[in-house]
């Protein structure tokens, strides 16, 4: 009986966002026409480009795994009733923390055993995320300051203060007296994560690395303290109703900061998990990479829940990555990106198909009065 | 000297010009109650189909027109979403951004067949000394590095304010940016005005990429607007939503990023040009933290309106 319920509400929740993916493809299958090419042809090669054989979908989850991170970040956010749009810059600040953790460490104690080097890298990333969160958290909980106004301002600092410090301070040209150059130093050789195809050949030519796994575990870990403590039952009770919350003696403000924290973690995570186990350097960055924004995306589609999030960051890994085949068949990769707008668009508007069937029930009603008269 | 400064008094003319339209149209969207954050969107929008227009009409200003179009009709899908159905305003934006962004890039591989930036166009607005005022000295000099897209700006400033502040329908804008469940009462239509000035907003913001691209570099290129959507948003809360305040901060981040381009020329190049670059971003946080006069939004914005709802 009882699992039969939650079978309901699971279908209730997926109903949707499935639905919302699928128009999305539709639309999307319109654009490829308009370019002259087949919608068919078109989603093969995305599916064959992102998960025909193992070395391709060992890349589709090294596109994923950044994803899962910001899409926590986000869907955590959103459960305290906070809209993180800049995990953008908290993934940037993690990223920089990581690199000048590496650095740091390496030069005070030598070579670190890699099982003590790695998570002190990560849990540097880590910080880093939070720091950069907790200002906006800070500000909101203390002054009233609206939080997507703060971390979209935050999110532009995040990159010329990362592009600071890539310049000067961490820069190969300061640390190791080379040519100035356009990165930082690189990460320490044992506070790198390894890549699958060291240890199975069969992931070919693809870069994904064990960083996948943190972000796996990065979700349960999400996903336990949103369900299963006291601290996830107060996050959640002041995302839903924070009067109520205050009411009951859930204290908001510490709440929000909190909240802001653990998502500003996940953020900085998917940036130390890209620099240790695929960039192993920070690079200058005039322009964001987007993992933030599209995070955004993963946790609507995921509804903000930790296991949706896993779902949906594949999702978007097997379009980010099936794009380069689909680019290869000469098809434009940004109708991509057309497809992911038109999702967030159809999730936003959650209540077009409602506003649709309105209509539908106004006009049968109408029909209904005629037939009468 | 005096040329020097004549130049970076152009220059910030110049570079705060995409970001005047773009944050009265700011002003219009959240003083009526609907917060934008897709003006970033719209304005690449704006960028993109100003370009087409001019190439293949080979009329800059039928470009400014079409971009002014194409906003609105950007701006429809913020209205429909925001307003009709009550959706997320904030999630709505970030999916104009992203889709706009791809859109446009999508049709420079179609009509163009290439990615990165078109050719330029050869007929932009550029430009132009004044007739009798160049002959003034120093006035001469700065006016003929304006754009008339500068002049344009200005005037924006003028019309919004008259139009926000001196006729009833900016007061009806006002109240249902307030007030809207008063201004329900007092017969004023709420969606009709949130519609009007969403549109608005489009307009506004399909201009600013127009001055964006035909008024500056005469051609398009990918992601070319790289967060002036944002920074006009920052300057709009930093203005305090109002027209005359927003034409201000707008100055003053032109200036900014005018003196980090000439900072060499200035004797300023001991200053990393990282710290003037996130100076919009800091005063922004700062002034809605209440450290430089506090910046209150509408109380209304961001909020949808539920007709009959208590």
Known sequence: MERDSKLKTFVE???FPLLAILLSFLIGALFIIWTGNNPLVAYGALLSGSLGGLDRFGQTLLKTTPLIFTGLAVSFAFRCGLFNIGAEGQYVIGALTTVAAGYIFNSIFGDLPRFIFIPLVMLAGALGGALWAAIAGFLKSKLGVHEVITTIMLNYTSIHVSN??????LNPSTLEGTTQKAYTVLLPESARLTQLKEIIPWFGYSSVHTGIFIAIICAIIAYFILFKTTLGYEIRSVGQNSHAAEYGGISVSKNLVLAMIISGMFAGLAGATQVAGL?????MAPISPGYGFTGIAVALVGKNHPLGVLASALLFGILSNGARRMQIEGIPKEVV????GIIIIFIAGERI???????RERRNRKCNVEGVN | MLSIIIAVVASALRLATPLIFASLGGVFSERSGVVNIALEGIMINGAFFSILTTEFTDSPWLGVLVAAIVGILTSLILAFLAVHLKADQVVTGVAINLLSASFTAFLLEIVWHRSGQTDPVENAIRAKPL????????????????TPFVYLAILAVIVSYYVLYKTPFGLRVRAVGEHPRAADTVGINVYKIRYICVMISGALAGIAGSALSLGAISLFREGMTAGKGFIALAAMIFGKWHPVGAFLACLFFGFTEAIQIQASTLGLGFIPSEFLQIIPYVATILA??????????????????EKGER
């Open chain 1, 279 to 283: 960039n192993y350097k920070v690079d």
């Open chain 1, 164 to 169: 600071f410090f890539v310049r000067t301070a």
């Open chain 1, 13 to 15: 929740n997926i109903k």
């Open chain 2, 288 to 305: 809605l933290a209440g450290v430089v006069g506090r910046a209150v939004a509408p109380a209304a914005d961001g909020v949808p309106y």
């Open chain 2, 131 to 146: 007739p009798l005022i160049n002959k003034i000295p120093i006035i001469g000099d700065l006016t003929s590095q304006l």
């Open chain 1, 337 to 340: 990106g057309i497809i992911q």
């Open chain 1, 353 to 359: 198909i409602k506003f649709v069937s309105e209509i």
